[in-house]
């Protein structure tokens, strides 16, 4: 789902979306100085610096956009090519020492489980990652020992199975690798191992700025990420350890 940006500020102008693969975009939402979570006017929008647009795995109806905030738009009704639906903004920057605390500036958001009641959120801020386990209705800090607190993207290891496994359902089947990268803002590129919830190694690779980290689809524990310095990307076929190239 591509939102276009006004080059002149950091509001974003426009979110589309796609129902059928990306033949055809239709027009979501269009922004203005006054509608969020698109713009307002540019003092608190991060068009140019955080954003992230990801569709829900257990609602395909369901799409969330971080920018300065984070919002969920939910499809109540219309056309593929006129979509109605709502728009709820998730959690607050202002409201400090509550569980609806949620910093601003949202970088990334994984989600994870296959119904309401088994759901889990990650909310990766420039002031460390956010957990939800209560369909996004509070949030709990989830950074507490590492050693960076500002992460730009996470990537959890899961691997399909394999296509003639007898317990595979296409799209759901997966198996967990016990694994989750995360690219820093400071630290580079960094890698966890080990089961909820202990972590049992921390591996850093490179330093500086890693935005965008993503595990592979196709080869396990290879990964890619790219860097804020030159803007390089860079691949890794064995995140435990191998050197990124």
């Known amino acids: 789902t591509p939102a276009y940006s006004d080059p002149s500020s950091a509001s974003l102008k426009a979110v589309f979306v796609s129902y059928n693969g ?8 269009q922004g203005s100085s006054q509608t969020d979570p698109l713009s307002n006017g540019g003092t608190v929008a991060s068009g140019d610096y955080a954003h992230v647009a990801v569709v829900s795995p257990i609602n395909p ?3 969330f956009i971080g920018g300065y905030l984070l919002y969920v738009f939910t499809r109540t009704g219309g056309t593929d090519a006129n979509p ?3 728009w709820v903004a998730l959690g607050s920057p202002y409201f400090k020492n509550t569980p609806y605390y949620l ?5 990334d958001v994984k989600l994870v489980g296959t119904s309401a009641a088994d759901a889990k959120s990650y909310i990766v801020t420039d002031a460390g990652i956010y957990r939800s386990i209560d369909n996004l209705s509070s949030f709990q800090p989830f950074y507490s020992g590492f050693v960076t607190g500002q992460f ?7 691997m399909p199975l394999s296509s003639n496994s007898a317990s ?5 089947g997966i198996i967990a690798n016990d694994g989750f990268i995360g690219g820093t803002g400071g630290n580079g590129f960094t890698y966890f191992s080990g089961k909820y919830p202990v972590v049992s190694e921390e591996i850093n690779y490179l ?4 935005y965008n980290s993503e595990f592979s689809k196709l080869l396990p524990h290879a990964a ?3 860097t804020g310095a030159t803007g390089a990307v860079y691949r890794i076929t064995d995140v435990r350890n191998a050197q990124p190239s």
């Open 22 to 29: 990306g033949e055809n975009w239709s027009l979501l939402l």
């Open 61 to 63: 109806n369901q799409l």
């Open 84 to 86: 109605i639906g709502v």
């Open 103 to 107: 910093h601003e500036n949202i970088h």
């Open 152 to 158: 730009n993207s996470v990537s959890i290891e899961a």
């Open 168 to 172: 595979a359902t296409t799209g759901t």
């Open 207 to 210: 330093t500086g700025e890693v």
């Open 224 to 226: 890619f990420f790219t």
